[in-house]
């Protein structure tokens, strides 16, 4: 997680909150940029939400966390990275994502995304969205690896889109996780929402004001001897950290996810988008591109 920690010095006592994250937060441009970062629960003071009018004093720790924020203004520069292209046509790419690599620009890191690698490789992406996040239809945790669909132009990003929205695109994923799942199949169907204590998590939620619907299919692949499962997941919903969070809730948090289970057990966050099915958004053909499973996965018992 990007965070960066601050004390209250003795000249700073007495600013507004806002008044000093604009004034001595290299990444914050403008007083209203801190406010909504307030607001939205990315800023604590000592450990504590605030309002952005809340006065310091000398001692305050300020935490400001500023990974998944979107910026306000960044130019974002095409970049000379590798990519592992696994289809290509006129209309979109779908694109290997190697774990660790954020799909997009977002605050304190400018540089080594998916979208400069993007920008280098293919010239012309849509524009659909902001300036920081052209062609991206989709999105992948920094921590998790697999196949992503980029659209190259807006005709393709809009079609693309409305197939998402409509939940016709089938993604499949691998995980590995704790435990033996005792069913061979079934579904977790939770709504998720805003975690009542962090701001970078979600939970299951019932809170009709907060919670949005989401849903998981899983079928088991093979029960490992080590105490853990091998998976498949078919999220027919696209909620942030879904998947991690409905393994956590069925008891089975995945592999490696410092964020809702246990980091030990695999060197990195066990997740991997195996395949996505769509209609091409021109030709309207059924397409299934599938991305090979990393070796970690297959090296595990």
């Keep these: 997680m990007d965070l960066s920690t601050f004390t209250i010095e003795a000249d700073q006592k007495g600013l507004r909150l806002d008044v000093f994250l604009a004034q001595y937060v290299e990444q914050i441009p403008s007083r209203t940029f801190g406010r909504k970062l307030i607001e939205d629960g990315f800023v604590l003071l000592n450990g504590e939400r605030v309002s952005p009018h809340h006065k310091v004093n000398e001692g305050d720790r300020v935490e400001v966390h500023l990974e998944n924020v979107e910026p306000e203004e960044m ?57 920081h996040r ?119 948090p995945i592999l490696g996810d410092d964020k809702y289970g246990d980091k030990k057990g695999f060197p990195r966050l066990a997740l991997h988008a195996q395949s996505i099915a769509f209609q091409h958004p021109i030709g309207k053909w059924p397409m299934e591109i599938f991305a090979p499973l990393p070796q970690e996965f297959l090296n595990y018992p």
């Design 75 to 131: 130019n974002v520069e095409p970049e000379n990275i590798p990519l592992d292209v696994l289809y290509e046509d006129a209309s979109l790419i779908v694109v290997n994502k190697p774990v660790g690599m954020l799909v997009h620009p977002v605050h304190g890191t400018g540089t080594g995304t998916l979208v400069n690698a993007l920008l280098y490789y293919c010239k012309s992406l849509s524009n659909v969205n902001e300036e």
């Design 134 to 252: 052209p062609g991206i239809v989709h999105r992948l945790d920094r921590e998790t690896s697999g196949v992503i669909l980029v659209a190259k132009n807006d005709q393709s990003h809009v079609r693309l889109a409305r197939q998402f929205e409509k939940h016709k695109v089938q993604k499949k994923y691998i995980a590995i996780v704790k435990g033996w799942i005792e069913f061979d199949e079934g579904v977790v169907d939770a709504p998720l929402g805003k975690h009542p204590l962090h701001f970078d998590k979600r939970a299951v939620s019932f809170d009709e004001t907060d919670s949005r619907e989401a849903e998981t299919s899983y079928r088991v692949i093979r029960r490992c001897k080590n105490n853990t499962t091998l998976v498949a997941l078919f999220p027919k919903t696209g909620r942030t950290h879904q998947l991690r969070v409905h393994m956590k809730h069925l008891g089975h």
